[in-house]
């Protein structure tokens, strides 16, 4: 029987993804053929991937396409960071962004889009659970469009082009050039992924979470001893700092460090002679609201080494 080393272990991880144990298994049932390996690792089958759906899949990527006047952005979750770094894994990624371009961020559409594989983008998921060995999951989507304009996009810590773990879009409406809306627009995407706005602007802040916010400053105003006739003036005046943090068309440009972006905008406008308006944005981080478990990783490595 082939010896089976660490060497030949991390070479068929790179080619597939697949887990150590996994790969270590495969090239033992194949004599240390790569090839047959990586064979009898596709050929694990439904089984496989279902054994793994409940293991929290927290790692993969965050995919952005961009297409003029439309843009999409989606989530693809696997549970490690190495699957990142999978070609075919990343080309699955590609392929969905560019699908939600077309069918839109409904994901039951989405999952049931053929690719270019002749699976639907959900059966292919699950091919790709059964090959690479981990827990895989199609998240979230959204897509922006404007009737004209452009829809711009930006991907932080990217891992390749229109991949990474931040993706962001930012929906300018406009009849002004394009090129130039392209430039603010990537500007205005670069902000959004540092400064993490939660809305638009100041009509669209959520009622309750402003209703939330007023009621805590109130109660500060009241223990800081301040008369209850002066209250409701503090709090209005503290409220605009907040509207500074979380309000996308008030926040301090991150670029300059002093223009709030609507300014920044207004700017713009003016250059190229044609209004603009900022319709919407969308920020995706990966692995955002979903709880990681907690693991000794040491502990992990010993107890998948035997010892």
Known sequence: MAEITAALVKELREKTGAGMMDCKKALAENS???????????????????KKAGRVAAEGLVGVAASGNRGAVVEVNAETDFVARNEIFQGYVRQVADGALQVGADLDLLKAMMLPTGRTAADELTHLIATIGENMALRRATRLEVSEGVVASYVHNATAAGLGKIGVLVALESAGDKARLEALGRQLAMHVAAANPLFLDVASVDGSALDRERDVLREQARASGKAEAIIDKMVEGRLRKYYEETVLLEQVFVVDGETRVTKIVEGVAKEIGQ???????????????IEKAQSDFAAEVAAQLGR
């Open 32 to 50: 240390g053929d790569i090839e047959a390996a990586i064979d009898w690792l596709r050929k694990k089958g439904l089984s496989a991937a279902s």
């Open 275 to 289: 209004p603009i308006k900022v319709t919407g944005f969308a920020r995706y981080a990966l692995g955002e609201g």
